[in-house]
Structures are given as C-alpha cells and as structure tokens.
C-alpha cells in the first residue's frame, strides 16, 4: 500500500514537472515571438508615417512628428515595447493604423473564420485522399502506380501555388466558365434563397479549395507512404503475418494505426505554412481572409495590423503543435505510460 | 547485387541525373541570357503588342511589346542569383548556430534551440512579407530575408549530427592533441556532417526560388522593369483571357527549375544519407 501510493506521488510529482518544465518553454517562446514580431518591424528602416507623410506633398516634418506623438512612436523603443506587451496581456492588439481605425483583435476575428475553414476543409479532403493512396503506393511499391504517385507528388511539390491558381482560374473560370474566379459571393447574392447562397459560396470556394488540395496531397501522400514502409518493415508486422492473418487484416488493422500516428505530427507541422499560404491565395482569389488581410496591411504598412497577425500566426502555429502533441500523446498508448513512469 | 538494392541504385542514379540536367540546362540558360536572348529584355516592339507565340517571339510578347522568352531567360537569373546567395546566408547561419550548440551545449543549446523554437513558430512567408514591407523592394534585401527566415532546418541537423560527433574517438584526440576549438568545430565535426547539409542546401534553392517568385507575384519581389518570373506572372494576371501566354510559360519556367533541385536534393539523400530518407 505504501509502496502503491509512493509509486503515484512520484508519478504524480514526474506529471507535475514535466508540466513545469513546458510552462517555462511556453511562456519564453510566448516572449521570444512578442520580442521578434516587435523588434524585426521597429528595426526595419522605413517607418509607419512615411505613407501618409512622404505621399502627401502638404505633410511636413511637423507633421510627421505629431503623427509620430500620436502613434506614441516618438517614445524609446522598450517603452513602446513594455506597453504594447501589457496591452496584449488584455487582449488588446490595439487599433489599426488603416483610415478605418478598428480595433486589430476585431478585424482579425473577423477575417479568422474563413481562412480555418477553407483550411480544414481542403485538410479533411486531403486526409481523405491521401491516407489510401500512401497506403496503396507503399504496399505496392514500384509498381505502376507507385511510379506514377511519385512523379505527380514531385510535380505537387513544384508547383508554384499560385500558378496552379491561375492555371486553374484560366481552364475552369474563363474557358469552360464553370466556376467563378474571385470573391466569395456573387452580386446578386442577397436575392438568392438559403440553399442557393450555400451553393453560391460552395461555388465561389471550388477553386482556391482545390488549389490547397493539390498542394497538400503531394506532401501527405508522401509521407504517409514513408511511414506505412517503415512500419511494414517491423517486427510485429512479420509476426502478424506469420499467424496467417490476411493481407487486409495485416494492413489495416495492424499497419495503419501505427503509420497514422506520425501524421498527427505533420499536420501540427503543417499549420505555418498553410497559415503562409493563405496570402497568397487569397489575394490571387480575392476572399477575404486573414491571409489578404495580412498582405494588406503589408502593402498600406498598418503596423499594429502586421504585429498583431504576426503574433496571432505565431500562437496559431504554437497552438497547432501543442495540439498535435496532446493527440500524439492520447493516440499513442507507449508515449502516454513512458509520460507517466517519467 | 540484389533487385531491391539494384532498383534503388538505378532509381536514385536516374532521378540525380534528371535533377542534375535540369539544374545545368536552367543556370546554363541563365548564365548565357545575353547570348541566347534574341533580344534585350526592356527592348520594345510596339507593332506586335501582346503578340501569341510564333516563330519570331517563340513565348510572345507582353502588353509592352516586350519578347517573353528573352525576358524568362533574365529573369532565370534572378531567381537563380535568389536561390543560391539566400540559401548562402542560410546556410551559414544555420551550420555555425547548429555546430556550437551541439559542441558547447549547456546554456548555448538551450538559447539556440529555443531560438529556433520561436523562429519555427511564425508562419515564414508572414515573417517575410512583414520585413519586406518596411525594406525596399530589392533583390539585396529579398535575398538577406529569405536567408534569415530559413536557418532553423540546417541548425536542427547540424546539431544532431554534431552531438554524436563530438563523443567520437577522432574529436576526442584532435582535443587531446590541443586543437584549437574552431578547427575541431569546422575541420574535423563540420566535413563529417557535410552530407546533411548539402541536401538541405538544394532543397533550399528550391525553397527560395519558390518564395522570390511568390513574393515577386505580390509585387513586393523585383520590381519591374526588371524581369523576374514571379513577376511576370503578375504582370500576365491583368491580361489572363486575352493572352494566357503570359501565365503560362513563366510559370511553367519555376516548376521545372524547382522540380530540378528537389530531384536533385532527394536523390543525393537517397545515395549521401539514406538515414534521413522519409
């Protein structure tokens, strides 16, 4: 008994630490992204004013130090960089230096919605397609199909997206006008009734979508092919097909759950550059998401705008990966009990 | 020699010679442009504007009257120049970073490694975009960003292999022997982690080549008149339906080059350094 609960307070005192110790890692990488999304944009040459000041030929030095005074621009850079991190500490990311003045927090929640969605669709799409292909190029490696997934995975991951975009804008959009090229809705979008507004969206999102599957299927397909090879090569695959079970049941029930586990780490990996991506797109398919957001504020030089996405990417990012760690950790009976015995 | 082995031979030696032709037949073409050019590329022929393909301007000619192909062969250069001095800086970032924080480890691996934690954490194509805006638009500047915002992959590999390295019998006698530090950092661990690097080096060209045209595609690349591929794409945008010509050699010009260095780089992984193969 004693013996019994010595053994969970020192497991309980491991837990204890080790949530410590990631704490501490969180809380300083939290710091260090605050630091550098503050220090890289106030060390850069050009300044916020210089956009209102430089294209206005009425605009002086005297007015460019009162708008200087104003944004609290004039201050020493810790000062500016102490009151910015005690304002993010309440959730304020201050307001946008745009002519509309909102708060930032405001319009990047706004914008947040789309950008995840059109994300997790295309990444359940891509899971979906991906996951059998990895295992049926792995199974049957070097065959035709085999060959022929590898080639177009090298082509995926050549291919610009952006050209896909304008590829694609050019067959569906202007030569088989299927589908519409930009926007998210069409101008009579208001008369249409609610099914035919889901349709209108569905539509509009067809594209862009399908530009994010391509791009994704090249590097999960891969990967998980990566990962079926490795685990077919085990121990325990040979044992299960040493007790004569079938192919089928060696593959799916046996293989695949330890080839997934992996790709919970990727998609965590993912999130920057699907974050990243997201510029690019939707400008070229002018939806408004955060991505377009970001590249405007980076064309008009919105400064608390940038900062704020940069740090809202960041714990975007962050967030991704811890998450895929805690489902690493649920899905993996071995990594749960060595947590445990730590 | 066995069949498996025989076809991962021949399969990693075909993919590296494709790889290869294509990254010496796209620097060629680059490197030579005043040669091959048929014509400069800012010289203007307004009788044949927006021209479709044909014998004398074999891509066709953009809204300035400008020869397409002429154009593609400079701008070759650009993203070649791009690819090489930002994975340059890199690289050398990455390697010094990787190898001091695996040798001295302590507190020099726990600054260095968080510092990559926290550089991993941006989205690296915002970290890019938000520099470039407040910089001039120049390839100078493009080239020191891009190589800025990727160093974290290099320094991860450099460490690991510098960790086991430095416990390994010939380090420990090159210490014994009262070499000085820096040469048993970049003499004897740095040659013997140099496999890695290589192949993350031409994974990077590609790499960069993809973001200089991405962000000249934005507009905040290379700016015109100066031809580049990313920007050419931006400029055949406003004039897709009337001459998608200019959509779709320049970008067709990033895909074979960027498909070139990552034949390249996965092949070299397969022959150099099948542990990191995945």
Request: with cysteine; glycine share 8%.
């Given at each position: 008994?004693?013996?019994?609960?010595?053994?969970?307070?020192?497991?309980f005192?491991?837990?204890?630490?080790?949530?410590a110790?990631?704490?501490?890692?969180?809380?300083?990488?939290?710091?260090?992204?605050?630091?550098?999304?503050?220090?890289?944009?106030?060390?850069?040459?050009?300044?916020p004013?210089?956009?209102?000041t430089?294209?206005?030929?009425?605009?002086?030095?005297?007015?460019?130090?009162?708008?200087?005074?104003?944004?609290?621009?004039?201050?020493?850079?810790?000062?500016?960089?102490?009151?910015?991190?005690?304002?993010?500490?309440?959730?304020?990311?201050?307001?946008?230096?745009?002519?509309?003045?909102?708060?930032?927090?405001?319009?990047?929640?706004?914008?947040?919605?789309?950008?995840v969605?059109?994300?997790?669709?295309?990444l359940?799409?891509?899971?979906?397609?991906?996951?059998?292909l990895?295992?049926?190029?792995?199974?049957?490696?070097?065959s035709?199909?085999?060959?022929?997934?590898?080639?177009?995975?090298?082509?995926g991951?050549a291919?610009?997206?952006?050209?896909?975009a304008?590829?694609?804008m050019?067959?569906?959009?202007?030569e088989?006008?299927?589908?519409?090229?930009s926007?998210l809705?069409?101008?009579?979008?208001?008369?249409?009734?609610?099914?035919g507004?889901?349709c209108?969206?569905?539509?509009?999102?067809?594209?862009?979508?399908?530009?994010?599957?391509?791009?994704?299927?090249?590097?999960?397909?891969r990967?998980?092919?990566?990962?079926?090879?490795?685990?077919?090569?085990?121990?325990?695959?040979?044992?299960?097909?040493?007790?004569?079970?079938?192919?089928?049941?060696?593959?799916?029930?046996?293989?695949?759950?330890?080839?997934?586990?992996p790709?919970i780490?990727?998609?965590?990996?993912?999130?920057?550059?699907?974050?990243?991506g997201?510029?690019?797109?939707?400008s070229?398919?002018?939806?408004?998401?955060?991505?377009?957001?970001?590249?405007?504020a980076?064309?008009?030089?919105?400064?608390?705008?940038?900062?704020?996405?940069?740090v809202f990417?960041?714990?975007?990012?962050?967030?991704?990966?811890l998450?895929?760690?805690l489902?690493?950790?649920?899905?993996?009976?071995r990594?749960?009990?060595?947590?445990g015995?730590? | 020699?066995s069949p498996a082995?025989?076809?991962?031979?021949?399969?990693?030696?075909?993919?590296?010679?494709?790889g290869?032709?294509?990254?010496l037949?796209?620097?060629?073409?680059?490197?030579?442009?005043?040669?091959?050019?048929?014509?400069?590329?800012?010289?203007?022929?307004?009788?044949?504007?927006?021209?479709a393909?044909?014998?004398?301007f074999?891509?066709?000619?953009?809204?300035?009257?400008?020869?397409?192909?002429?154009?593609?062969?400079?701008?070759?250069?650009?993203?070649l120049?791009?690819?090489?001095?930002?994975?340059g800086?890199?690289?050398?970032?990455?390697t010094?970073?990787?190898?001091?924080?695996?040798?001295?480890r302590?507190?020099?691996?726990?600054?260095?490694?968080?510092?990559?934690?926290?550089?991993?954490?941006?989205?690296?194509?915002?970290?890019?975009?938000?520099?470039?805006?407040?910089?001039?638009?120049?390839?100078?500047?493009?080239?020191?960003?891009?190589?800025?915002?990727?160093?974290?992959?290099?320094?991860?590999?450099?460490?690991?292999?510098?960790?086991?390295?430095?416990?390994?019998?010939?380090?420990?006698?090159?210490?014994?022997?009262?070499?000085p530090?820096?040469?048993?950092?970049?003499?004897?661990?740095?040659?013997n982690?140099?496999?890695?690097?290589?192949?993350?080096?031409?994974?990077?060209?590609?790499?960069?080549?993809?973001?200089?045209?991405?962000?000249?595609?934005?507009?905040?690349?290379?700016?015109?008149?100066a031809?580049?591929w990313?920007?050419?794409?931006?400029?055949?945008?406003?004039?897709?339906?009337?001459?998608?010509?200019?959509?779709?050699?320049p970008?067709?010009a990033?895909?074979?080059?960027?498909?070139?260095?990552?034949?390249?780089?996965?092949?070299?992984?397969?022959i150099?350094?099948?542990?990191?193969?995945?």
């Amino acid at each position: 008994m004693t013996c019994l609960s010595a053994l969970s307070y020192s497991r309980f005192s491991g837990i204890l630490l080790r949530l410590a110790h990631k704490a501490i890692w969180l809380f300083l990488v939290l710091l260090g992204i605050t630091l550098i999304s503050f220090w890289v944009i106030h060390l850069a040459p050009g300044s916020p004013t210089d956009m209102e000041t430089t294209l206005n030929p009425l605009a002086g030095e005297a007015a460019r130090r009162q708008l200087e005074t104003l944004y609290g621009l004039d201050r020493p850079l810790y000062i500016q960089y102490l009151d910015w991190l005690f304002r993010l500490l309440h959730f304020d990311f201050g307001n946008s230096m745009s002519a509309d003045a909102r708060p930032v927090l405001t319009k990047i929640m706004e914008r947040l919605p789309l950008t995840v969605s059109i994300n997790l669709i295309s990444l359940i799409i891509v899971l979906i397609i991906a996951v059998p292909l990895g295992i049926a190029t792995a199974c049957r490696q070097n065959s035709l199909l085999d060959r022929t997934v590898t080639i177009l995975v090298f082509l995926g991951f050549a291919m610009p997206s952006f050209w896909l975009a304008l590829l694609l804008m050019m067959f569906f959009g202007i030569e088989l006008q299927w589908l519409p090229v930009s926007g998210l809705t069409s101008l009579g979008y208001a008369e249409l009734s609610p099914w035919g507004k889901c349709c209108d969206i569905a539509r509009h999102l067809a594209l862009p979508l399908l530009v994010y599957i391509i791009g994704g299927l090249a590097s999960i397909s891969r990967y998980m092919r990566a990962c079926m090879l490795e685990v077919l090569r085990q121990d325990y695959i040979l044992t299960a097909k040493s007790k004569g079970l079938s192919n089928h049941a060696v593959i799916w029930r046996h293989a695949l759950r330890n080839a997934l586990l992996p790709i919970i780490t990727l998609l965590g990996l993912s999130v920057p550059g699907l974050i990243g991506g997201s510029v690019i797109i939707e400008s070229i398919f002018a939806l408004p998401g955060l991505g377009q957001l970001f590249y405007a504020a980076v064309m008009a030089r919105d400064y608390t705008m940038i900062m704020g996405n940069l740090v809202f990417g960041a714990v975007l990012t962050l967030a991704g990966n811890l998450l895929a760690d805690l489902c690493y950790g649920l899905a993996d009976p071995r990594i749960r009990s060595a947590k445990g015995h730590d | 020699m066995s069949p498996a082995f025989g076809r991962r031979f021949f399969g990693s030696y075909f993919m590296l010679l494709l790889g290869l032709t294509i990254v010496l037949t796209m620097s060629l073409a680059a490197l030579c442009a005043p040669l091959l050019a048929p014509y400069t590329p800012a010289a203007q022929h307004l009788d044949n504007i927006l021209q479709a393909p044909c014998s004398r301007f074999w891509f066709g000619t953009d809204r300035l009257g400008r020869d397409v192909f002429s154009r593609m062969l400079y701008g070759g250069r650009v993203s070649l120049w791009v690819g090489f001095v930002a994975v340059g800086i890199s690289i050398s970032i990455g390697t010094v970073l990787g190898l001091v924080s695996g040798y001295f480890r302590n507190w020099a691996d726990e600054v260095i490694m968080r510092m990559v934690d926290i550089m991993l954490c941006f989205p690296s194509f915002f970290l890019i975009l938000a520099v470039i805006a407040f910089l001039e638009p120049n390839m100078t500047n493009i080239m020191v960003v891009i190589g800025l915002t990727s160093w974290m992959g290099v320094t991860r590999l450099v460490r690991a292999d510098t960790l086991s390295l430095r416990e390994r019998e010939f380090v420990s006698a090159a210490r014994l022997a009262g070499s000085p530090t820096r040469r048993i950092l970049f003499r004897h661990i740095l040659t013997n982690a140099l496999a890695p690097v290589l192949i993350t080096a031409t994974l990077g060209v590609a790499g960069a080549i993809l973001a200089e045209s991405s962000l000249s595609f934005l507009g905040l690349g290379v700016q015109p008149p100066a031809a580049s591929w990313g920007n050419m794409l931006m400029e055949g945008k406003s004039v897709i339906e009337s001459a998608p010509w200019l959509s779709v050699y320049p970008g067709l010009a990033i895909l074979i080059t960027v498909l070139g260095y990552n034949l390249l780089g996965e092949s070299l992984r397969d022959i150099l350094d099948p542990r990191l193969k995945q």
